[in-house]
């Protein structure tokens, strides 16, 4: 059973073009968080999702950036007219159920590391 | 105030001792907490899962106060391979949504 799977692993990208991060989750799970890191700082939530559904999207910023989940598919964060202020570690986890004992694990991806020149 | 708080240290320790870290959640709704482990520049991995009253794993022990609204973790025979940053996370009852603390630096020295 493969784990979460991000790609790219690494990013770069100009100021101003779009940046696109995948992440599939782990078989079975139809959860997807999106986190953001900055270089010496914590986990900064960003966004939950279930299969075709934004649960909570409350630290997305709130223009430039999307994400969704679709049916089919990874969960693609997508960052517009990208700025250097948005090069971070992207972290995306995944868990098969929301609010079960036992079925609320979550499992993190390796991360993209974007960085905008 | 945050949702979930930890001290961020570092806290430093020889080799063999025993080290506890807390931490505190303001959301009395939050129904299930963990401890993750994070190596510099790489993802968190889960450590323990805290669901009732508490667990232990081998050298490690974590501990759920309802009450007071604190985790604890306690490592205890610190090996060098324990240095990481720990990080508390607690999930919403509200949401599902996972809420992560800062984390708490751990130097273990020889």
């Known amino acids: 059973n493969a784990g979460v799977m991000q790609n790219p692993r690494h990013l770069v990208r100009r100021r101003g073009q779009e940046a696109r991060l995948r992440c599939s989750p782990m078989k079975g799970h139809s959860h997807v968080y999106w986190y953001r890191q900055l270089p010496e700082e914590g986990l900064k939530f960003m966004v939950y999702?279930?299969?075709?559904?934004?649960?909570?999207e409350s630290g997305m910023p709130k223009e430039r950036f999307s994400a969704e989940f679709p049916k089919e598919g990874p969960s693609i964060l997508r960052i517009q007219q990208v700025v250097r202020g948005d090069s971070a570690a992207y972290f995306c986890?995944?868990?098969?159920?929301?609010?079960?004992?036992?079925?609320?694990?979550?499992?993190f991806g390796q991360g993209t590391r974007l960085t905008v020149v | 105030r945050k949702e979930v708080e930890q001290d961020p240290g570092p806290f430093n320790v020889p080799e063999g001792a025993t080290v506890a870290f807390n931490c505190t959640y303001s959301?009395?709704?939050?129904?299930?907490f963990f401890w993750y482990r994070q190596d510099c520049r790489k993802e968190p991995k889960l450590l323990m899962s805290?669901?009732?009253s508490g667990n232990e794993d081998g050298r490690f022990t974590a501990q759920l106060n309802r009450a007071s609204q604190y985790i604890s973790l306690l490592i205890r025979d610190s090996k060098l391979s324990d240095s990481a940053t720990y990080l508390c996370?607690?999930?919403?009852?509200?949401?599902?949504?996972?809420?992560f603390g800062q984390g708490t630096t751990l130097q273990v020295k020889p």
């Open positions: 805290v669901y009732s």
């Open positions: 999702l279930q299969k075709e559904n934004i649960i909570d």
């Open positions: 996370v607690a999930l919403s009852g509200n949401t599902g949504k996972l809420i």
């Open positions: 986890a995944s868990s098969p159920l929301s609010g079960t004992p036992g079925n609320t694990e979550a499992f």
């Open positions: 959301n009395s709704a939050s129904q299930s």
